[in-house]
Structures are given as C-alpha cells and as structure tokens.
C-alpha cells in the first residue's frame, strides 16, 4: 500500500531534488536551464556521486544505514549549495518549457498539435507500462536485492536465490557491487518509506517515463533547434518505434516499455540517447564545460548497470577516435580515454568482487 506520505517522499527525491540540484549542474557549466536540462542533468548528477560513495562502502561491507545516511547528507548539502546559487543569481529559471516562453502568444498552432501529440503518447507509455508490467526472474532477482538491503541492513550480501548469506562467486551479483543501481533504489525506498517493490515496479516508472522523454528532448534540441515542432515530433517518434517494436522481451524497445525500472533499461532510454547528445556538443563546441558533462554522463551511467560500464567505454572510445581523424586532432582520443578510466576501475571492481565477500 502507498501512503500519501511515501507518494509525497518519492515526488520530492524523483523528481523536485534532481530539478533542485541539475538547476546547479546547469548554472556550472552553462547548459540552458529547461526542464528537460535540469531534471535529466540533476538525475545524473545524483546518480555520479551516489555511485563514487556506494561502491567502496559496498566492497567494505558497511552497514547500509550509514550509505543511506552518507547519500542522504550530501545531497542536502548539494540542494542547499544550489539555493544559494539561485539567490545569488537572483533572476528566475529560464527557457523554453518556463511559463514566459511557453505561453499562447509564443506557441502556434503546429506548436500546440504537435505537443499534444507527444503528451498523448506519453500518457499511453505510462499506462502501458502499468497495464503491461512484465516480470521475471531476472526482475526478480533485482528486487530481491533491494529489499534484502533494506530488511537485513547489508548491501548485497546475500544469495538472492536462497536468501542466505553470500561467500561464493556468484555472477549476477558481481555485477551489482560495480552497479548498485539496486542499493540506490533501496536507499529511495527507505528514504521514502516505501515498500521496495512498490517503489520499483509502481512509483519509479512514472518519473523514469518523464527523463527518457527529457532525455530524447535534450537531443531534440541539438539536432533540431530552435524548431518546437520538429522537437515534439522526433521524440514522438521514438516512443511510437518503442510502442510498434514489442516483438521480443529481448530487444531494448520492449525493456524501455515494460521493466523501465531496470539498469540496463534505463542505459537504452536515457544514458545512449545523453551520450549522444554530449558527443555532438563536443564536437560542435570543444569545451571543458561539455567536456564535463560527457564525464557526468558517463559516471552516472555506471551506477545503473554493466552495460552502462561497457557502452560509455564503446561510444567515448569509437568517437573520440572518429572525431581525432576528422578534425586531426589526437586530443578528442586523448580525453575520451580520459573519461573512461573510472570505468576501468569498476570494470576491475566487477571482476573482483567475490575476493570481497570474507
């Protein structure tokens, strides 16, 4: 059962604390302070330092009490950071999604079809994720690991197939102490005072649908700007390629609509379309600012699952190499590989964990 307190929680860390501190990664590094850039950069934001404190807490066996403590600290301590910034800068949020820019007299009517379309099809994504809910054992696993977080206090520490505890190698595991996207939702659950499995399969999904959404419209902006329509179309058309390409439980459309709330979900619908949109910022305009936000994209990623590991290597990598040889320029290479070196380490963590468990 969800509480009217545990729904208030959740709406504050899912989504009004990742608009709080992505409006203070988006005053840093200059990125137009939109809905879409502060809630997607905000998220990542969370994500990159949740994953620097848990991994070494998790491979040093501490109790989750003091991770879920430790998370909790720094991100108040981030948030207040953020409302000094905003009264120091003392002018309202701009952009494109404010009530200034997003009135009648700003938007025409193509504007307007347009963006209803893309509300409708929203909307149908949310309810189907609802109505559609696909479960497994993998799924099962996942959730298992959070509540036994939550119930026992220890971060992954236990057999999720028998429930005792862990002193053998097991893969599926091994994954998580690289990853712990599961400790982090149990830290959301226990913040929130919400039943992990609700949290998961329930609340996270809603807000999850809305930064894939944001996401895609950050790289909207990129490849179409200052062109409403075009924007609302494109990212449109993603969801309807999601809706229409339910031919497998296999194939990341179908992950992106049924089990959002996993990792390596998450990395299809919000961290390739980021990267994206990091790497053609790059290369548009060479900067240490987007250089920095291809850095907090890539670390964020690797909180979610191995596959955020690998990918952000594999496109960090491919077109750092393509842009040195199309600019002749060794530098793009140079920092790309840069980039990825906190993925080597969790590579090495992956590869180890077991040595951990005694």
């Known amino acids: 059962m969800i509480t009217l307190a545990g729904m208030f929680f ?42 620097i404190i848990l991994v070494p807490m998790i491979l040093g066996n501490v109790l989750f009490t003091i991770a ?36 009648p007299a700003n938007v025409c009517m193509k504007d307007r079809i347009a963006f209803s379309l893309l509300l409708i099809v929203v909307c149908i994504i949310i309810f189907n994720s609802i109505y559609l809910q696909h479960t497994d054992a993998d799924d099962s696993r996942f959730v298992v690991l959070t509540m036994d977080t939550i119930r026992r206090g220890r971060m992954l ?35 929130c005072g919400v039943k992990g499995s609700i949290l998961i399969h329930t609340i996270v999904p809603f807000f ?11 790289l909207a902006e990129v490849l179409f700007p200052g062109q409403f329509a075009w924007k609302c179309l494109f990212v449109s058309l993603v969801w309807y390629i999601c809706i229409f390409s339910n031919y497998s439980i296999m194939n990341s459309e179908t992950f992106i609509m049924l089990r959002i709330w996993q990792g ?10 980021m990267f994206l949109y990091g790497l053609i910022k ?5 900067t240490w600012k987007n250089w920095l936000n291809l850095w907090l994209i890539n670390l ?27 600019l002749k320029r060794f530098k793009y290479l140079f920092f790309s590989l840069m980039l990825c070196s ?17």
């Open 68 to 103: 879920s403590t430790t998370l909790l600290s720094v991100t108040i301590i981030f948030v207040l950071i953020s409302f000094y910034k905003f009264y120091v800068n003392n002018n309202p949020v701009k952009g494109r999604w404010s009530l200034e820019n997003f009135s």
């Open 264 to 273: 390596k979900a998450i990395v299809t619908g919000v961290s390739i379309p």
């Open 10 to 51: 959740s709406v504050i860390f899912l989504l009004m604390i990742p608009i709080i501190l992505g409006y203070l990664w988006c005053d840093i590094c200059d990125v137009p302070k939109s809905f879409a850039a502060m809630y997607v950069f905000g998220t990542f934001f969370i994500w990159s330092y949740s994953q």
């Open 157 to 191: 520490r236990a057999n999720p197939a028998t429930g005792r505890d862990l002193t053998v190698d097991i893969g599926e595991v091994s994954k998580d102490f690289s990853s712990p996207w599961a400790v982090y939702m149990a830290y959301i659950a226990n913040i």
């Open 282 to 286: 790059v290369f548009r305009e060479d």
């Open 342 to 358: 906190a993925n080597f380490v969790f590579y090495m963590v992956n590869q180890n964990a077991y040595k951990f468990l005694h």
């Open 208 to 218: 999850l649908y809305i930064l894939v959404t944001c996401a895609y419209w950050l």
């Open 300 to 326: 964020g990623s690797c909180l979610l699952s191995g596959n955020g590991i690998v990918i952000g290597v594999l496109m960090l990598s491919s077109y750092g190499l393509v842009y040195s040889v199309i």
